[in-house]
Nanobody, 121 residues
Framework: QVQLVESGGGLVQPGGSLRLSCAAS????????MGWYRQAPGKQRELVAS???????NYADSVKGRFTISRDNTKNTVYLQMNSLTPEDTAVYYC???????????????WGQGTLITVSS
């Protein structure tokens, strides 16, 4: 069984920074894309940023220039560096991974449990 464990959330003042981490563990053969999504109260879950195994990144327009996604394939870990945070960034942030448990298994989409980020003074 594969798990994604997130860390790094919390309360931060507007203009501040936070770094999220998400580590995948369990039976993993390969991880394709990894990403971060968020869901604010009363809103749908949205993509924040994603990164392929080769390092190609994609960002939501609302976070471009402020957030940076990266990954360490040796640790099966993805990071999200968030700078210049605003109250509009307040949400539960979820880690996501598209992976294979074995060489012969189908791709599987796995989600983390979510971590709350609150941007407030």
């Amino acid at each position: 069984q594969v798990q994604l464990v997130e860390s790094g959330g919390g309360l931060v003042q507007p203009g501040g920074s936070l770094r999220l981490s998400c580590a995948a563990s369990g039976s993993i053969f390969s991880i394709n894309a990894m990403g971060w999504y968020r869901q604010a109260p009363g809103k749908q879950r949205e993509l924040v940023a994603s990164i392929t195994q080769g390092g190609t990144t994609n960002y939501a327009d609302s976070v471009k220039g402020r957030f940076t996604i990266s990954r360490d394939n040796t640790k099966n870990t993805v990071y999200l560096q968030m700078n210049s945070l605003t109250p509009e960034d307040t949400a539960v942030y979820y880690c996501n991974a598209d992976l294979r448990g074995t060489k012969w298994s189908r791709n599987l989409e796995v989600w983390g449990q979510g971590t709350l980020i609150t941007v407030s003074s």
